[in-house]
């Protein structure tokens, strides 16, 4: 009888299955129109998408296969879940028709072309920098609105012109080349290299909790921004 031998790169494995089971879940909340749940999932989702990350640099089990599994589990929970909400939720509407379809789409193809462009660019496991907006930032940007926003019969006035301006602008980022700083791990070296990360991080905590979350989507937006802001500084710099 032949034992299976249960390798490490199964645990952060694991913790990607749980990204993409999470974004399955959204998906079929959505068709439900509970909207609120399935943007709860899409952020449930990228904790999850975070951990796997963290299990496997911990566990030294990086690989090629948990690259691959983790752009297959990111373009469901990602691209496919908020471009589905988005569409269930807004885009749905008659007066957009086929239109709706094509403008929800955008988030699914832009996060998938992009996700295939980091997979073919890759050279070792740690990253210092994404080119574009990593997808699972445009996701719970996405999701964040909702949260925020959605009143459950609709879009707080005037936030629903929001909409498609928000939709076009980050699928135009996913595919950019504007450079985002990743997650810095968290010890004393990046504490006294990368101190503005830390602070904003702390900050953030501190407003999310004094406006009882309702802040989070401004500060992703203050995220996006930044990036935009510095590739724009750099640009006429040089």
Do not use: W
Not at 114 to 129: H, I, M, P, S, T
Not at 134 to 154: C, D, E, M, W
């Amino acid at each position: 009888m032949k034992i299976i031998r249960i390798t490490r790169s199964a645990i952060p494995n694991l913790f990607t299955s749980m990204n993409m089971f999470c974004g399955l879940l959204s998906i079929i909340n959505a068709g439900e129109k509970q909207f609120v749940f399935a943007s709860y999932l899409i952020f449930i989702a990228a904790i999850f998408d975070a951990l796997d990350g963290m299990v496997a640099r911990l566990t030294k089990s990086s690989s090629a296969l948990g690259v691959q599994l983790d752009s297959l589990s990111d373009v469901v929970s990602f691209g496919v879940a908020p471009s589905y909400l988005m569409y269930k939720i807004y885009f749905c509407q008659p007066q957009f028709g086929p239109m709706g379809i094509i403008l929800s789409s955008l988030l699914m193809i832009a996060g998938g072309f992009r996700l295939a462009r980091f997979n073919v660019q890759l050279v070792g496991f740690d990253k210092e920098y994404f080119k574009g907006i990593p997808i699972p930032l445009q996701a719970i940007t996405i999701a964040s609105f909702v949260l925020v926003y959605y009143t459950g019969s609709g879009f707080q006035t005037p936030y629903e012109s929001m909409i498609i301006p928000l939709v076009i602008i980050l699928s135009l980022l996913m595919v950019s080349t504007i450079k985002y700083d990743a997650l810095p791990k968290i010890n004393l070296k990046n504490i006294k290299e990368k101190p503005f990360y830390f602070v904003y991080f702390a900050l953030s905590v501190i407003i999310m909790i004094a406006t009882q979350g309702k802040a989070i989507f401004l500060l992703f937006i203050f995220i996006i921004a930044f990036g935009i802001l510095r590739y724009a500084y750099n640009f006429f710099k040089k």
